[in-house]
């Protein structure tokens, strides 16, 4: 997929998410006046939290725009060398279902779920097969994260900056 698609979906989606969020609650139920449904929080904001790589910690960060179960966003690592700088890893499509949480991203399925106001989950990362020896496969590492949200508005990246 083209950067120039990737990001046209980004923005379509977002569009939609303004446009579909201010749905007239109109008439009358069939359940007698009983409890209102219970409200879900939409994941919508940027998420982060120290993660474990074994020889060293580093901190993931994860934009998520969410729209009726649908979500979109980015991942981020920050900098092994200057920890307030964040380097955008890849974006993502996924799905929330309840407090389940599925996020697609082009080479890996990050599985995630919302507990109590943080976002556990495991990242599947594959090491870059750059260096590896021919015939040799990328070892796959399982990193468990948990995340809190830092703020409830996103901003993803321009598209010269996902390259």
């Known amino acids: 997929m083209s950067r120039a698609i990737l990001l046209g979906l980004l923005l379509l989606v977002l569009a939609c998410s303004k446009s579909g969020s201010s749905r007239g609650g109109g008439g009358g139920g069939g359940d007698g006046g009983g409890a209102p449904p219970p409200t879900v929080d939409s994941l919508t904001g940027v998420w982060e939290g120290a993660v474990d790589f074994g020889s060293r910690t580093a901190l993931f960060r994860f934009s ?77 590492l399982n990193v468990p994260f948990s995340l809190t949200r830092t703020t409830r508005s996103v901003v993803f990246p321009d598209a010269g900056d996902w390259r």
């Open 64 to 140: 998520i725009v969410e729209d009726a179960g649908t979500l979109v966003g980015f991942q981020y690592v920050n900098d092994p060398s200057d920890a307030g700088e964040f380097h955008l890893m890849q974006p993502f499509s996924g799905a929330r279902t309840g407090n389940s949480i599925r996020l697609q991203t082009p080479t890996e399925t990050i599985t995630a779920s919302l507990d109590g106001g943080l976002l556990v989950g495991v990242d599947p990362m594959t090491e870059p097969a750059i260096g590896l020896d021919a015939g040799q496969q990328p070892e796959v």
